[in-house]
């Protein structure tokens, strides 16, 4: 079993940054992909960042040069950083965790999830 945890999430005002964190323990894999996704009231669960094993990167095109994903000291924590969010970033964010050597952006290529983590961004 893979128990995957999000820590970090808050209220912040719209221009100002905050960092995600989620670390992954249980069942390890030799090599895994780590993603984060988010999903706001009445959405589908979207696409945020993704980091491969090897450190290949994948962002969607909202959070490009604004949010960079990046490996802890220890592989299996990965930290999002979130920098001049808006209020449309509003979302429960979840990290996502799979056996893989690619960088899935799909969330039906993930088979473990944390429970999520709020953030709110206000004016």
């Known amino acids: 079993q893979v128990q995957v945890v999000e820590s970090g999430g808050g209220l912040v005002q719209a221009g100002a940054s905050l960092t995600l964190s989620c670390a992954t323990s249980?069942?390890?894999?030799?090599?895994?992909?780590m993603g984060w996704f988010r999903q706001a009231p009445g959405k589908e669960r979207e696409f945020v960042a993704a980091?491969?094993?090897?450190?290949?990167?994948a962002y969607a095109d909202s959070v490009k040069g604004r949010f960079t994903i990046s490996r802890g000291n220890a592989k299996n924590r990965v930290n999002l950083q979130m920098n001049s969010l808006k209020l449309e970033d509003t979302a429960i964010y979840y990290c996502?965790?799979?056996?893989?050597?690619?960088?899935?952006?799909?969330?039906?290529?993930?088979?473990?999830w944390g429970q999520g983590t709020q953030v709110t961004v206000s004016s």
């Open positions: 996502a965790v799979e056996r893989t050597r690619l960088v899935p952006t799909n969330p039906e290529d993930y088979d473990y």
């Open positions: 249980g069942r390890t894999f030799s090599y895994y992909a």
């Open positions: 980091i491969s094993w090897s450190d290949n990167f």
